[in-house]
């Protein structure tokens, strides 16, 4: 008897210098669960059916792409009317924090005729939240870029 029942759950913790302390570190669960329900008792006289697998999927994934030190504000040296200054160079912030994608999937698969005919049906959803993305300020605010 094959296996019935399929069950996953995996945990993923990861951690980046890309990030301020207080987002460094984040967490991403999955989990998966499939019914082959050709297995059962019910469907064993069933001759030209040969697969039927109901399965269910979710799991966050994350993305830390962007440059480094980008939630500091840095100034460089310069000078202002003959006087010495620091003139902001970055706009820090301190609030950056780990892009994170939510994916879910449904759907049956299937096999006939001896594995002649061999089909799935899927339902498929991603959705992304707290996109990293570099955005253009007023220029006089004295930066060029804010993330």
Do not use: C
């Amino acid at each position: 008897m094959k296996e019935r029942y399929l069950f996953t759950v995996t945990a993923r913790s990861d951690e980046s210098s890309k990030f301020p302390k207080s987002n460094r570190t984040s967490y991403f669960p999955s989990f998966g669960l499939a019914w082959r329900a050709n297995e059962e008792a019910f469907l064993n006289k069933v001759k030209w059916l040969d697969e039927l697998k109901f399965r269910v999927s979710a799991g966050y994934t994350g993305t830390q792409n962007l440059g480094n030190n980008l939630f500091y504000t840095l100034y460089t040296p310069g000078s202002y009317g003959g006087t010495n200054a620091l003139i902001p160079t970055q706009l820090g912030n301190d609030q950056i924090k780990w892009e994170t994608t939510l994916q879910k999937d449904a759907g049956i698969d299937f096999a006939l005729f001896k594995s002649r005919l061999r089909g799935a049906i899927g339902y498929y959803d991603k959705y992304t939240s707290d996109l990293l993305m570099a955005y253009s300020v007023a220029t006089s605010s004295g930066y060029t870029l804010h993330w």
